[in-house]
């Protein structure tokens, strides 16, 4: 079976996106591409690349973040620049996500319990 293991997103400045990401995620600069720069927590990639605005739009329909205290994380995204949209799970077995919107404008969901289907770290898994 396939793997996700790579998002592109268009932005209008793949640098303060940059910053962005290593703040509000802690993801780390993997490369850079011809027109932007690569990110990555280890697992999965992501390409934040200048967007063509004769002929392409700034975005993604949303992206998800898997993070390990959803109070903490909020605190973060929204020092780094982020902001709330609403939602909160309403119990501990919830996949409900909380949604945000960064600095770019497009939509993002944290959670802490997950999604179906998913596992947070793919080595511990494999064990």
């Known amino acids: 079976m396939s793997k996700l293991r790579h998002l592109a997103i268009l932005v209008a400045d793949p640098e303060a996106t940059a910053t ?5 995620f802690g993801m ?10 690569y990110m990555s927590d280890g ?5 934040l690349l ?3 605005p004769d002929k392409e739009k700034v975005g993604l329909f949303h992206y998800g973040m898997w993070v ?10 929204t020092e780094a620049g982020a902001s709330y949209l609403g939602g909160r799970p309403d119990s501990p077995n919830s ?7 960064d600095p770019n404008g ?7 319990t997950g999604w179906a289907g998913a596992v947070k770290d793919p080595a511990a898994a494999t064990k």
């Open 43 to 47: 697992v999965m990639n992501v390409a």
């Open 106 to 112: 497009i939509v993002f969901d944290i959670t802490h």
């Open 68 to 77: 390990d205290d959803l109070d903490e994380a909020e605190k973060v995204l």
């Open 20 to 24: 962005f990401f290593e703040k509000a």
């Open 50 to 52: 200048r967007v063509d």
């Open 28 to 37: 780390t600069r993997a490369g850079t591409a011809r027109r932007g720069i």
């Open 95 to 101: 996949h409900y996500e909380a949604k945000f919107r």
